[in-house]
């Protein structure tokens, strides 16, 4: 079965960067639609950022310009590159992938990363 293994988290101050990676085990099809989601201790989790087969591009808005989402298609590999983090962006992050396109991955996801911890200190 298709797996996501993700990688990259960690701990950085408040104004600093960081870059996650998801990259696909199995067959991924390259037509899908590859995102990031989050969930912060308490919270539900809520989405990041989406990137389809065009390359298009969509943000939630607590992350837009300060977050950019990435695919590198050879290596079945997705990217968050997260810059100016705050200590609200401290989460659990997921990279996910669906059939969907890039509004409807939040009801389309079919594989889950296993999660990985981002924590950003003030």
């Known amino acids: 079965q298709v797996q996501l293994v993700e990688s990259g988290g960690g701990i950085v101050q408040a104004g600093g960067s960081l870059s996650l990676s998801c990259t696909a085990r199995?067959?991924?099809?390259?037509?899908?639609?590859l995102g990031w989601f989050r969930q912060a201790p308490g919270k539900e989790r809520e989405f990041v950022a989406a990137?389809?087969?065009?390359?298009?591009?969509y943000f939630a808005d607590s992350v837009k310009g300060r977050f950019t989402i990435s695919r590198h298609n050879p290596s079945h590999t997705e990217y968050l590159q997260m810059n100016n983090l705050k200590p609200e962006d401290t989460a659990v992050y997921y990279c996910a992938a669906g059939g969907g396109g890039l509004h409807t991955i939040v009801d389309t996801v079919e594989f889950w990363g296993q999660g990985t911890q981002v924590t950003v200190s003030s």
């Open positions: 199995g067959h991924m099809f390259a037509s899908y639609t």
């Open positions: 990137i389809d087969w065009t390359g298009g591009r």
